[in-house]
């Protein structure tokens, strides 16, 4: 049967395969995960719904999670961040399977680069619908929106209603509630046959993860969940390493700017703050940070950034970048206080941040479109700003996320959550569970040889003295990294 899709261009293909095979060979974990485990089919019976950019990076991830046995379904989780050619690979599938742009025979995707807020929600709903079965029995999730549809579906078919509006006046909301509503009218049980068989949810990141702590707090949240953020082996490298590398690519492809020499401020000082202020400090950047949380303000200023109240330095900005995963950070007063030119962008995960709607009511204020992805914004004194990926995270929409090394770790954290909560339904309750440490370390091991890098074994009477195994894990579950 045709492969169901919606991409781009599926003749875009061969060029994604091209990349795709590059990017294996910089993913050791993923591969290591593929030969560990493709006879034993770990995955067989899952029917995965993903929600994650749709790069190549993630086309890797997919055929892992295929060659380990699932079914899967995939949309991206941001409107512009879907590498068009990765995801026409991806339908078309690997070359042994034969497929063709004519013929494909890969994995469902629905994710185009430049995706409607109405057509990202379509495509979200769209890996929930399983030919022949309720659903998906496995969520994989960056950020939560996939979550989010099936906990207000279920909320909205037990109340028999969709309401007109909700917690939230944002446009974002008005069209999940629309989505919603076409799918209470078409079936108002859907969500509710489908929850129950979902095993888990394994959450990338820490907007998405935030999410799911509450929803446990509350007591809302309907099946077990896995924090694959908080590995040490995702939050403490993606984060930080991979913003270290994606942001000033962003940057970079977007406006080819000079960084040396100018003034950035970047907002937060937590894993993607301390990333993105070594990359621009890389770059020659004078950096200024800002921050609420005292810790990490004073890490900040031993790491030797000057902290500082953004309203105060606006006029010494040439770029501001928000890093914080809270909203309303940079207000349309201070975009309007902001010198000529200046760059601004956010790399947290949802485009409130910035506030862009804010800035599209200044009076007199005009959009000008330089590029897809970076837009001038002139106030009526004839100064401008510019603004990368409508405030949406700018290392994928203006650039291609993360690289592949960095990524590995994460999806081998998120491949080996999948598999946890698949097989273990008994040892995860529902609740958010962190990754078990000893395969946390088990990550970090599968890429130490690609890099070169030589271990230490303890001795066993080391091991005895330190009190840990001699395989480890090898710290306490309090420790810090
Ligand atoms: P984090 O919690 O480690 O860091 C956020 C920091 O921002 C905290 O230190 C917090 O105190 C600070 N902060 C909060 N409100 C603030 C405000 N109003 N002003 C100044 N500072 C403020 O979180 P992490 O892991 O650094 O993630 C940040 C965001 O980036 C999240 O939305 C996350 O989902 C996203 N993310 C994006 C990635 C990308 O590739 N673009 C990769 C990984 C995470």
Known sequence: ?????????????????HQIR??????????????????????????????????????????????????????????????????????????EQGGTPEDPRGVPVFAWKGETLEEYWECTDQIFRWDGVDGPNMILDDGGDATLLVHKGVEFEAAGAVPSAGEDDSEEYRVILETLRRSVAEDGQRFTRMAPGIKGVTEETTTGVH???????????LFPAMNVNDAVTKSKFDNTYGCRHSLVDGLNRATDVLIGGKTAVVCGYGDVGKGSAESLRGQGARVL?????????????MDGYQVVRLEDVLDQAHIV???????????????QGLRDKAIVGNI?????????????????????????????????????????SEGRLLNLGNATGHPSFVMSNSFSDQTIAQIELFTKPDEY?????????????????????????KLTELTKSQAEYLGVDVAGPYKPDHYKY
């Open 22 to 95: 590059l990017a294996e060979h910089e993913m050791p974990g993923l591969m290591a995960l593929r030969e560990r485990y493709t006879a034993s089919q770990p995955l067989a019976g899952a029917r995965i719904a993903g929600s994650i950019h749709m790069t190549v990076q993630t086309a890797v991830l997919i055929e892992t999670l295929v060659a380990l046995g699932a079914e899967v379904r995939w949309a991206s989780c941001n409107i512009f961040s879907t590498d068009d050619a990765a995801a026409a690979a991806v339908v078309v599938g690997p070359s």
């Open 348 to 388: 947290g995960h949802f485009d409130n941040e910035i506030d862009m709607a804010g800035l599209a009511r200044v009076p007199g204020v005009q959009r000008t479109e330089i590029k897809p992805q970076v837009h001038e914004w002139t106030f009526p004194d004839g100064h401008s700003i510019i603004i990368l």
């Open 321 to 335: 970048i928000t890093t914080t995963g809270c909203k309303d950070v940079i207000t349309a007063e201070h975009l």
């Open 289 to 301: 940070v800002t921050e609420v949380d005292p810790i990490c303000a004073l890490q900040a200023a």
């Open 1 to 17: 049967m045709a492969v169901q899709h919606r991409v781009r261009d599926l003749s875009l293909a061969p060029a994604g395969r």
């Open 429 to 453: 309750p529902t609740g958010v569970h962190l990754l078990p440490k000893h395969l946390d370390e088990e990550v970090a091991r599968l890429h130490l040889d690609a890099l070169g890098a």
């Open 211 to 221: 999410r799911l702590y509450e929803m446990q707090r509350a007591g809302t949240l």
